[in-house]
Nanobody, 124 residues
Framework: QVQLVESGGGLVQAGGSLRLSCAASGRTFANYRVGWFRQAPGKEREFVGA????????YYADSVKGRFTISRDNAKNTVYLQMSSLKPEDTAVYYC?????????????????WGQGTQVTVSS
């Protein structure tokens, strides 16, 4: 069993940066890939990116490639989403999720555990 808690969301101006954290409890966390998703009002949950259990592989959605970076520190049971050059269209609730399998599996159903989400709002 893995419990996930996101933090670091907030209000930022367009062009700014923000770093989200996903803190996990559960001793098997290091065995899982971790993904970030986001959901804007009235829209489906969207894949943002993922990192493998060893941090050797990452995969990003085209919409954030080059702007967002995912890293993890298994010693701290924490995964990070560094967001730069933020745009108003990045506004959403951001979720982290953990599961087995490839970082290229982008559908939400491929993840087993989810956090409660953290709001990110980018003003123009």
């Amino acid at each position: 069993q893995v419990q996930l808690v996101e933090s670091g969301g907030g209000l930022v101006q367009a062009g700014g940066s923000l770093r989200l954290s996903c803190a996990a409890s559960g001793r098997t966390f290091a065995n899982y890939r971790v993904g970030w998703f986001r959901q804007a009002p009235g829209k489906e949950r969207e894949f943002v990116g993922a990192v493998s259990w060893s941090a050797s592989s990452t995969y990003y959605a085209d919409s954030v490639k080059g702007r967002f970076t995912i890293s993890r520190d298994n010693a701290k049971n924490t995964v990070y989403l560094q967001m730069s050059s933020l745009k108003p269209e990045d506004t959403a609730v951001y979720y982290c999720a953990a599961g087995g399998g490839s970082v290229r599996a982008t559908i939400p159903a491929s993840y087993d555990y989810w956090g409660q989400g953290t709001q990110v709002t980018v003003s123009s």
